[in-house]
């Protein structure tokens, strides 16, 4: 599905269809969680405990980059 990026008073937003928005079982005022993934970026319904998990896991790889930089080889 192709979507545009549009202003949104001072910064840019995508407007989703109503159609997508029934699919994913989202109504106005909804959070969506954003994931970067290998494909690209994935955005599901925002899940409290997953933002904590990603933030976690976010802090780890930036106090730990060189470890894991070398484990990666």
């Given at each position: 599905m192709k979507?545009?990026?549009t202003t949104v008073g001072n910064s840019a937003g995508v407007i989703l269809p109503k159609e997508l928005l029934a699919r994913l079982r989202l109504e106005k005022g909804d959070e969506l969680y954003a994931l970067e993934t290998p494909d690209g970026i994935r955005l599901t319904t925002y899940d409290p405990?997953?933002?904590a998990q990603m933030e976690v896991a976010?802090?780890?790889m930036?106090?730990?980059r060189l470890v894991l930089?070398?484990?990666s080889k």
């Open positions: 979507l545009k990026i405990e997953l933002a976010e802090q780890v930036r106090e730990d930089h070398k484990l």
